[in-house]
C-alpha cells in the first residue's frame, strides 16, 4: 500500500470554446470550459481512490485524462514513476493497456454490432495476450470471472441487461490484464437492484487481481463503501483528500461537509446537519477567484476571495485546501 | 466479414417479406438479368435495321414497335440495360469508396482536416450538381468514361458528407473511446468499429444514388455529352425518338418506362435494406 | 428531529386510486405497466411512490391525471372530489389539471418553453386558472417566484428558461405549478436531474411549501434516501404492482415484502467499508414478459410454491404488504445487513 502506481502531477485541462464570428469581431477574449485547474493525486498500489463531487466539477474529465482520452494542456501523468506525456506508439498502448477504464453508461460503451466474444478475442489478440490457440479459453475464463454464462460469448450487447452489460464491459477491460481500473460511475446508470452485484462483483476482482482502482462517482454511501482514500473535487480542484473512513467521519473542508450532508440518509429521523448550500455551482467558464468555493461558502473571509488556498496536510490526517482549516493561518 | 456483421438478426428478416421489398428486389434482379444476358432475351440484334418495318406500332411482333430505321425498340431498350446498370454501378461506386473513407477520416480526426474539407463542400455544393457534371464533361469531353469520372468527382462528395455525419454521431458513444482505452489504432477503430456502425445511411443513399445515377447518365446521354449513338442507352434512345414524338410516342416511352422501373426498384430495396440493418432488434 | 409527527390516517382523504391499471401495445403484445393499483393520499401528506425503472411508478402518476390515456388503455378509478378522473372526459379534465392537481417532472428545460419568457409563462397559467387582472397576474408571478427562492424576482421574470440554471429551472417550474393553488402536487423524478446539493435545496422547498399551503404531494422517486427523507409515507412499486405501503418509518425500520428488504439491505449504509454487499440476484423483470404469480418470485430467496402460482394481493391495514412469505415483523432496521 505504499508505492505510487500512477500520479498526476498539477494536471490542467481546458477545452477551448469555439468563438462565434461576432464574438472574435467584437474582440471578445475566447472562452474555455476550465474543467481541470491543476490536480494532484496519487494512486498507491492495490487501493481504491475514490472520487467525489457533482457534476461539471471535472471528476469524468480526470477520469479520462489519466485513461488517455484527453491530452491535458500542462502538468503530467506518471506512471511507475515515468511521464506518460511523451508516450507514443507502442508506448502509448502498453500505458493504455495497463490503465484500464470502464464507462458509465453500458448501452454506449460496448459495439452494438460486436458479438461478446468477437470484443473480447478483439482485445486478447491485438495486444497478444495469448496465443492464437489459447484465445478461447481465455474468453471462457474472463465470463466465468465476470460471472456470466459462457454462451453469452455468441451474443450481440443488446440482449444483455445493463447490469450484464457492465459486466462485459468488465471482461473487456480485464482482459488485457491491466493494473490500473478507472471506473467513471460504474454503476449509477444501473438499477438499484443490480448496483449491488455490479460493485461486488469490482471488490472481489480487486483483491483477487491486486488491482488499483480509481472509483469516480457521485454516489458518496458508494464511494465510502468501496475506497480507501477519497478525493472530493470542486471546480475542477481537489479540495480535500484523506482517507475514507476519516474523510466521511469528520469531513473539515466546508464543502466536503456541504456535499456529505447533502447525501439523504436512509433514516428518516437522521436529518444529517442542516447545512443547506445557498446558490449553485458557478460555471466552470468563469471560476471564481481565491478559493473557488467562497462564493457558495457559509464561512467565507475576505482572504477566501483573493488567494487560492493550496492543499496542505492537516494535523488529523489527509490534506485541506481551506484558509479556515489550515492551521497556518490560524 | 464486415457484411456479416451488418446484416441481421433473425427478427430483422422479416423485413424481407414485405411486399415493397420484394418487388423492389424483383425489379432489381429482372434488371440486372436483362444487363448481363442481353442477347438471351433480346428477340433482335438491337442495331440492326429493317427497312421493312420502319416506325411501325408495338405490336406482336415488335411489343415495343420499331424506330426510323426499322430497329426492334424492346430489343434496344433490354440491350441499353447494359450500359444504364453499370451507369448506375460505375458512376457510384468511386464515389462511395472515396466519400467513405474521406468522410469517415475527417469525421474521426477533425481539426484541420475538417475544416478545409467543410469549405470545399460549402463550395460544391453550391452549384447546382448537373451543371457542375456538364461543366466537367465539357472539359474532359463526351463520352461514357468522363462522365464517370465526372460524377464521381462530384459525387463523391455527398457521400463524404454524409458519413462525417454519421461519424461524428457515432462517435459520441463511449464505444470509441473504449477502443481508444484498449490501445487499438485509428485504423481499426475507424474501420471495424465506427464505419459498421455509420454505414447504413450511406448504403441507403447509394441505393438512391444508383437511381439517379441512371437518371443523370441518360440525361447526359439525351445531351449527346453520355453513350454516344447509336449505341443502345435510355437517354439516346429517348433523344433519337424525339423528332417523332408526336408520330410514334413509343421511341421515347418505352426507354423513359424502363428508367423509371429501375428507379423504383433501387427505391424499395432501399428503404428496404433501412430497416435491415439498424442495429439492434 | 420529529416534528412531523402528524397522523395523516385521520386526515380527510383527497385522492382515492383504485384498481387502477394502465396498458400499451408494444407490437402484437399488450404491455402492462400498471397492474390493479389501489392507493389514497390524505390531505397535506407526502406520498412517496418508490420503485425502479420500468416498475410503473410514472406511469402511475401519469395515469391520475389521465396524460396516459393517448398513449394507453387506463382502467380503474381515481376518485377525486367524487369525480371519477379515468371516464372524465379531456375537457373537464383540463380544468382539474393544472389548477387543484399540478405536476412537475425530471427535466424542467424538456416542460417549459424554450421560447416564452419565465413570466408568460407563470401568467399563462394564472389566466386559466384564476380571474386576476394583468397587473395582479405580474404581481402574483413574481410572488411566486420569490416564494421559489428565486432571487430577483422582478427582473427575472423576461428570462427566457434557458437562462437558469438546472435547480433554478426546477424552481420555475414549481412556481408554475403553484401559480392555481393545486391541493395536490404530481412530483415525477423531480431532483434525479440535479446535485446532492441542489437536490437538498429543491427537497426542501417542496417540503416547506407543502407544509405552508397545506398541498398533499405525490413524489415518485427511486432513491431510497429521497424518500425517507421526505415523505410521510412510502408505496413500493415492482413490476407495475404495489408490493408494500405504509407509514415511511414502518416501511423502512420493518420492512415486510422481500423486495423492499433486499432493495434496503442492498444501499451500503452501516456496513464494514468493502465488504460484500447484500445483492438480490437477477434483474427487475421486463413488462413484456411478467411471471404468472408474484413479480418478485424469481429473484426471491423466500419464495414458496404459490409465488409462483398466483398473483399475492395487497393485504393489511396501515402497513399493507403483497406477498405469500413475508418478513417477520420487526426483523430488521434500516440499512443493516
Known sequence: MSTSVLATDNLVLHFKKNRSLIDLLAGKPPQAVKALNGVSLDLKKGETLGIVGE??????????????????????IQFHGVSTSSNKGAALREYNRRVQMIFQDPYSS???????????????????????????????????????????????????????RQRIAIARALSVEPEVLIADELVSALDVSVQAQVVNLLLSLQDDLGLTVLFVAHDLRLVRHVSHRVAVIYLGSVVEIGSASGLFAKPKHPYSQALLSAAPSLDPDEKGNQIVLSGELPSPLNIPSGCAFHSRCPMAEPICRQTKPMLRGHPESGQVACHLVDPTHN | MMLKRLLPHKTQMLVLLRPGFLVGLAILLGSLALAIFPAAFAPFEPNAFNYSALKQPPSFE?????????????????????????????ATIFALVIGVTVGALVGYYGGIADAIFGRCVDAIITFPFLVLVIAVVAVLGPGLTNMYIAITLVGWVYYARLMRAEIMGQMANDYAAAGKVMGYSDRRIIFRHLLPNAITPVIVYWMTDMALAILLGSSLGYLGLGAQPPQAEWGVLIAEGR??????????????????????????????????????? | MTETKTDFGTCPRLLEVSNLSTSFSAGTKQLRAVDDVSFHVNEGEVLGIVGESGSGKSITLRSIIGLSRRYGQVSGEVNWQGNNLVTMPERDLRKIRGKDIAMIFQEPMSSLNPLLTVGLQIGENLTEHTDLDKRGRKNRAIELLEMVGIPDAVNRLNDYPHQFSGGMRQR????????????????????TALDVTIQKQILKLILDLSKDLGMAVILVTHDLGVAAQTCDRL??????????????????????HRYTMGLLKSVPENIEPRTQLYSLPGTPPSLLNLPLGCAFAPRCAHAVDECSRAKPPLVGDAHQVACFNPVNQGQTPIGAA
Open chain 2, 62 to 90: 415488335h411489343w415495343f414497335g420499331t424506330d426510323n430505321l426499322g430497329r426492334d425498340t424492346l430489343s434496344r431498350v433490354i440491350w441499353a440495360y447494359s450500359v444504364n446498370m453499370q451507369m448506375a454501378f460505375v
Open chain 3, 235 to 256: 408505496a413500493v412499486m415492482y413490476g407495475g404492482k404495489l408490493v408494500e405501503t405504509g407509514n415511511t418509518r414502518e416501511v423502512l425500520r420493518a420492512p415486510q
Open chain 3, 172 to 191: 420555475v417550474m414549481i412556481a408554475i405549478a403553484l401559480a392555481s393553488n393545486p391541493k395536490l402536487l404530481l412530483a415525477d423524478e423531480p431532483t
Open chain 1, 55 to 76: 457534476s461539471g466539477c471535472g471528476k469524468s474529465t480526470l477520469a479520462r485524462a489519466i485513461a488517455g482520452l484527453y491530452k491535458p494542456q500542462s502538468g503530467d
Open chain 2, 243 to 281: 423528332n417523332f414524338i408526336t408520330t410514334a410516342w413509343w421511341l421515347s416511352l418505352m426507354p423513359g418506362i424502363a428508367i423509371v422501373l429501375t428507379g423504383l426498384g433501387f427505391s424499395l430495396v432501399g428503404d428496404g435494406l433501412a430497416d435491415l440493418m439498424r442495429p439492434r432488434g
Open chain 1, 110 to 164: 460496448l459495439n452494438p454490432r460486436l458479438r461478446v466474444g468477437d470484443m473480447l478475442r478483439e482485445a486478447l489478440s491485438v495486444h497478444n495476450m495469448r496465443p492464437p490457440e489459447g484465445i478461447e479459453e481465455r474468453i471462457n475464463e474472463l465470463l466465468d470471472l465476470v460471472r456470466l454464462p459462457r454462451d453469452a460469448a455468441d451474443k450481440l450487447p443488446h440482449e444483455f441487461s445493463g447490469g450484464q
